[in-house]
């Protein structure tokens, strides 16, 4: 191969790569704003096997596919350029009808929801099938080519997240089409005509797409298009972001108020609703003050407690809290929301609309993720508001896999300590049945008031409504003055007293009745440190508290307590089965199958020793595997370290791609050199940041955003640079030992990537971020063994 | 208002149109029937609704016509199904144990805020309560109508409407059931209840766990109760 023609593969490896990975940033949004975003993630999964069905095709046809790579190469990136642009046009017209909510209910949802999948394969495979071929056919330059590889993916994905922050998510489909068609470009020099043609008719085709494109179809079930529904519904703001499509829809009918008590007689004005990714958020309040039906929930007890002066109100979302706050009097609110978009959208609203909320100036706004400020405010607070969790009727796990930063026990001790003396803590939980919410927060607020030194039951005060529970901690004792004004409060609205100092039993389950009173006997239990430890033991369900290493607060479901749960509830009715888990279960399963065939299948052609191919399975598996769960628990660790979830995940992710194209990059300077010293490396690496790195993120959180971003970059980048050498040395290796093994071992590593992200949840859900990351270490680990056996063959 | 046929050639008019605009509803009611009584032996009865009127009136009404064709060969299935504009027909036991729990019978005034498919309508009105009736969505209203007439529930009266204002010229009800899901109860609903009478509210999504939420007026002042669902049995005996 000539010089050139190298150069020329190499630049068009950079387009492509940066356009499957955009491409899968906007297709996340989309299906996750028109479907039920579970269903997003498991499409995507599936999709991304792609890369693994390159891999399997490259190794069963290598010699035919090689010989006419100069053809092919360009038409797969033109097919690929294609799909890319119009295949989610494919899928919204099957999307029509297709319906992830319906999944349970209507068994021919399945067919489509494969079809749509596997549609949305034919882009990564065409794609992957074109790196492939270049990463085979130019072995010896592995080095610079993963080096484009990687750094276009990194690229791609600052693009795919600059793009939803900028355009409308449909368009971004099309436009990674054109990226992706800049990579068919770069190897036209020298082509044949036909060849040409086909890159002008696919430049015809794409640019087609980018002005007929479908809009995204909601699902009837999803919030939003439910609102559309609604007589006089009115979409008023729609806004890309990468936090998710932002909504705001006014209605004559919308109103909303939690769990209100059955005693308010007020008005219920209209309140326009916000919805991100089509899902809601809440209402914007439109009244403040006595007028405020808010007043007449649980949510209002701290108010009726005492006059708190300074508050704090973490994800303040659409500022019903800030409202409430607000319309007691308060004279310094602190409102902290890290969605930007919204922030900005609901301002400018406000001034169009005078509403106080957003522009009173004892109200003071920062948009920043509330972990993160509570580690690094030093003010002290007379009322900290955390956000209410779940909703009414509880959401049958779906929200399971969604880390709660600001639930754990760490975020509570934080927020203790922001206090003032008399300061108070509130939470509003909806209570589930068979009770789970309500159970771990209780649990997590007397564990706290415990290590502080405290007897529970003397400061917490907790009212019940038909639909919800507060709880609110003071700091010192409950005093006699609180004591009657949480009861008057609770009489005043027909609320009963779930925890309070001398409640008599009959006030407990009085106006709000419960036909199983069970909520009341392990609202009991949670208070006394020995009843409670059996609870956590006992209890069909996880109630334990969460802590940052394991964020997942509506993670209830216990595998070892099944048949407890199935006998106690029959095979009927399953709302223990969390959906947000099975879902991802569900995942992992489709995808080990389909990943275990696809690695398989190559076997029957692939000549040489068992023994060979099992070391370069283990080796490009675990380095596949390795990556992945290094670069998920590094996106946990640096989510509170930056404060912006979507920006920090960005930033790892872009961090490690970019650092490990520089490692690969490098390789070429000492191309001989064994892999597995570098497996090794990394393992140590990463063990190291087990031990390290959460005191050395913990000790410079008060750094300016500046300054966390630079250490971040100075912390990933050792690690990135080392993850990045493996792979590249490895093909090298296979290239002079077992050169028809490449083209598998790099359909192995794709396939065990996507495997491996679809168990790290389930990995951290059970065992925590910290223990995926020393997973991560023990893969590398597990390269390193099997890499230095089959460096020792090969030397020999 | 979509009040429809209430003269005394009802039967006759109501035959002509379903003969006419059902045809194959008709048999397919009657091939149903067997069906309809294996529901309800199976999946009411076996868990603990006894009430014979609820019974009688959950035999009688053909739940298939109510849900969209593509559904019909599910329509007596343990489980919800989808009814279009983000709406579902309630699983045949969750409309038994509202019905038994609101026990509607002749005299019985019940005010339904959701109409829907018209299903749980039809079959209060087939326990012989007067029953009126609110939907928001026109489409499911004039659908649900002219289901209704057709089957001989003409009697019952539908409103296209904010169901958060409730019926005010039709008040006091003595029982209100309001299927769509909620996170408060509209206070004028509340006004709207007689003394005694019960407010029903499923709480939850109707794909995943729907428990009862049952309010009642006493002496002016409203009391709830949560029910948990009928299969649950009361949770402490596994931690004690």
Known sequence: MTQRLTLYRQIALFPVS?????????????????????????????????????????????????????????????????????????????????????????????????????????????????????????????????????????????????????????????????????????????????????????????????????????????????????????????????????????????????????????????????????????????????????????????????????????????????????????????????????????????????????????????????????????????????????????????????????????????????????????????????ARSPLRLLATLVELLEETGAEPTEHIAALRSWGTLTFCIKKTPLDSDEIAAARNFAERWAF??????????????????????????????????????????????????????RPFFS????????????????????????????????AALILTVLAVILVLLPLVRLSGEPGSRFRTLLFFGGLGVGYMWVELAMIHRFEFYIGQPVYSAALVVAVLLIGSALGSMLTEQFSNEKPQRFTTLAFIVLTTYVLTLGPILQSTIHFSLFSRVALAIAVLIPAALIMGMPFPLGIRLLNRTSRNEIPWAWGINGCLSVVGAAFATLIAVETGYSILLLLAAGAYFLASLFGLRCTVKDDG | MLKAYSDLHRPLVILLAFLLAFPVSITATDQRAEERAAMVTEQIIARGIKDSTTLAALRSVPRHVFVPAAQRPYAYQDRPLPIGYGQTISQPFMVAYMTELINPGPGRKVLEIGTGSGYQAAILAAAGAEVFSIEIIPQLAEAAGKRLAALGYGGVALRVADGYYGWAEQAPFDAIIVTAAAEFIPPPLLEQLAEGGLIVIPVGSPYYVQTLMLVQKREGKPYSTSLMPVRFVPFTRTSE
């Open chain 1, 18 to 434: 940066a356009a499957l990975l955009a491409f899968q940033i906007a297709l996340l949004q989309i299906l996750a704003t028109s479907q039920w975003h579970h269903f997003a993630y498991l499409v995507i999964s599936i999709a991304l096997l792609g890369f693994g069905v390159a891999g399997t095709a490259l190794a069963l046809a290598r010699g035919w596919i090689l010989a006419r790579a100069s053809l092919l190469l360009p038409l797969l990136l033109c097919a690929c350029a294609v799909t890319l642009a119009g295949s989610l046009s494919f899928i919204e017209s099957l999307f029509g009808s297709f319906d992830s909510y319906l999944l349970f209910v209507n068994p021919g949802e399945a067919l489509r929801l494969a079809v749509s999948a596997l549609t949305l394969m034919l882009p990564f495979t065409c794609g992957a099938l074109a790196i492939g071929i270049i990463f085979t056919s130019g072995a010896e330059q592995i080095g610079s080519h993963y080096f484009a590889n990687m750094l276009g993916s990194g690229i791609g994905c600052a693009l795919g997240l600059a793009g939803l922050a900028n355009l409308p998510a449909t368009l971004l489909p099309p436009l990674c089409g054109l990226l992706a068609l800049l990579s068919a470009v770069a190897l036209l020099p020298g082509s044949k005509r036909s060849v040409r043609g086909c890159v002008l008719l696919s430049l015809a085709g794409v640019t087609l797409f980018l002005f007929v494109r479908p809009g995204i179809t909601l699902s009837q079930y999803k919030d939003l298009r439910k609102t559309l529904d609604l007589p006089g519904a009115e979409i008023i703001v729609e806004e890309p972001s990468t936090f998710g499509q932002l909504h705001i829809v006014t209605a004559p009918v919308l109103r909303s108020a939690t769990a209100l008590s059955l005693l308010w007689l007020g008005e219920m004005p209209s309140s326009p609703a916000v919805f991100i990714n089509g899902d809601m958020l809440g209402s914007i309040p439109s009244v403040i003050g006595r007028k405020n039906p808010m007043n007449a929930t649980t949510s209002a007890l701290p108010f009726a407690l005492a006059s708190p002066e300074r508050i704090l109100v973490l994800n303040a979302g659409t500022a019903q809290h800030v409202a409430l706050a607000l319309g007691h009097g308060a004279e310094e609110i602190v409102a902290v929301e890290s969605h930007r978009v919204l922030l900005r959208e609901l301002f400018k609203l406000a001034s169009e609309q005078n509403a106080s909320v957003f522009t009173s100036e004892r109200v003071t706004w920062h948009s920043e993720a509330s972990r993160t400020w509570l580690a690094r405010d030093t003010t002290r607070y007379d009322l900290i508001m955390l956000p209410d969790i779940g909703s009414s009727g509880g959401n049958a796990g779906l929200f399971a896999l969604h880390e709660q930063p600001l639930l754990t026990k760490q975020a509570l001790q934080q927020a203790w300590q922001k206090l003032t003396p008399g300061g108070y803590l509130s939470v509003t939980t909806w209570i589930d049945y068979p």
């Open chain 1, 496 to 549: 009963d007293t779930a925890l309070l100092t001398g409640i008599a039993d009959a006030k407990r389950d009085y106006y709000n009745q419960l036909q199983d009173t069970s909520l009341l006997e392990l609202i009991d239990a949670t208070l006394l440190k020995e009843r409670r430890q059996a609870l956590y033991r006992d209890y069909p369900f996880r109630i334990v508290p969460t802590s940052d290493d």
């Open chain 1, 555 to 586: 993670q209830f479901l216990r595998w070892s307590r099944i048949d407890l749960l199935l006998e106690q509830f029959g095979q009927r009715t399953v709302p223990f089965i969390e959906l947000g888990v099975l879902v991802a279960g569900l």
